[in-house]
């Protein structure tokens, strides 16, 4: 079985990342990326509905396109974030950090108020 070939296209403000995406991979999609982000002059929305993997160098990646959009006075959107790499973000404390990430909500009422039923 071979895994979908990675890549970044842009199409108007759309910014859609496809594939396998892993630390042999990544290098050449950040240049990409920033090449594009650097080309367009408008806020973007990142579409990760297309990736195949959720890799924590994924996230790196996102951070660093955020960085370089933000010193250039554009925004990125995420849209399309799979539950993996949602949850790789709210174990690593980036959730917050990513606008269109879901922010991971406490999955119980804290210790106190469940003693008290």
């Known amino acids: 079985m071979t895994s979908a070939q990675a890549t970044v296209t842009l199409e108007d403000d759309r910014l859609t990342l496809s594939g396998s995406i892993d ?3 990544v290098v050449a999609l950040r240049k ?3 090449r594009l982000i650097l080309g367009s002059k408008t806020d973007l929305t990142v579409d990760l509905t297309a990736m195949s993997t ?6 790196s990646l996102l951070l660093c396109w955020q960085r370089l959009a933000r ?5 990125l959107h995420f849209s399309g974030v799979g539950e993996r790499l949602a949850s790789l973000a709210a174990l690593s404390g980036l959730d917050d950090q990513l606008p269109g990430f ?8 804290p210790r106190e108020n469940r003693d008290q039923s």
């Open 32 to 34: 990409e990326g920033e």
């Open 102 to 109: 879901p922010s991971q909500a406490p999955s119980q009422a």
């Open 23 to 25: 630390p042999l991979t």
């Open 71 to 75: 010193r250039h006075s554009q925004n």
């Open 54 to 59: 959720a890799h924590s160098v994924v996230l």
